[in-house]
T-cell receptor
Framework: GESVGLHLPTLSVQEGDNSIINCAYS??????FIWYKQESGKGPQFIID?????DKRQGQRVTVLLNKTVKHLSLQIAATQPGDSAVYFC??????????FGAGTRLFVKA | DAEITQSPRHKITETGRQVTLACHQT?????MFWYRQDLGHGLRLIHY???????NKGEVSDGYSVSRSNTEDLPLTLESAASSQTSVYFC???????????FGPGTRLTVT
């Protein structure tokens, strides 16, 4: 499939371990944040989102943490599986206007 | 199930030709977007639309145009294809501003 990025930061984890993917966002006025997963040859897929009035939000095996003080977002994946291997990127949105996407992190899960 | 589709999935064209990439969504979303994705650049916004007859330029709109004649479709046209437009193109839609976007599978365009 199409290569998303050959020079992306890479995180390598053992199957069953927890993964933490970090993202620094750029605009202190951003009030909505989204994490996407992109598998090779596919379009980005929505994973989880969080609004700026929250610090933490949990989904199925995923948790997003937001630290507005340092403009930092993280995605935690519990019990990482081979199917989680993909590029993950965060996106920020300012008051409903255009969404800005980060470059992404490649997650590699070792069986 | 609602979905967003793109066609063709792969296209090879020659420099100077006009090319149109199709995007069709059945989510009934008002907002639709076109992005290109290149190594080292992530997703860059080309054009977007907030409804029928509405179109707006994104950060890399030169050489591209869109039209929105109905809710479901936002075709992207390359007026005169250039080698710099070789890329993977993604269409997306969302229910409103400030909500997640749903992406299509992408079109890989090669301009020779």
């Amino acid at each position: 499939g199409e290569s998303v990025g050959l020079h992306l930061p890479t995180l390598s984890v053992q199957e069953g371990d927890n993964s933490i993917i970090n993202c620094a966002y750029s605009n202190s006025a951003s009030d909505y944040f989204i994490w996407y997963k992109q598998e090779s040859g596919k379009g980005p897929q929505f994973i989880i989102d969080i609004r700026s009035n929250m610090d933490k939000r949990q989904g199925q095996r995923v948790t997003v943490l937001l630290n507005k003080t340092v403009k930092h977002l993280s995605l935690q994946i519990a019990a990482t599986q081979p199917g989680d291997s993909a590029v993950y990127f965060c996106a920020e949105n300012v008051r409903g206007f255009k969404t800005i996407f980060g470059a992404g992190t490649r997650l590699f899960v070792k069986a | 199930d609602a979905e967003i589709t793109q066609s063709p999935r792969h296209k090879i064209t020659e420099t100077g030709r006009q090319v149109t990439l199709a995007c069709h969504q059945t989510w009934n979303h008002n907002n639709m977007f076109w992005y290109r994705q290149d190594l080292g650049h992530g997703l860059r916004l080309i054009h977007y639309s907030y409804g029928v007859q509405d179109t707006n330029k994104g950060e890399v709109s030169d050489g591209y145009s869109v039209s929105r004649s109905n809710t479901e479709d936002l075709p992207l046209t390359l007026e005169s294809a250039a080698s710099s437009q070789t890329s993977v193109y993604f269409c997306a839609s969302s229910q409103a501003q400030g909500y997640e976007q749903y992406f299509g599978p992408g079109t890989r365009l090669t301009v020779t």
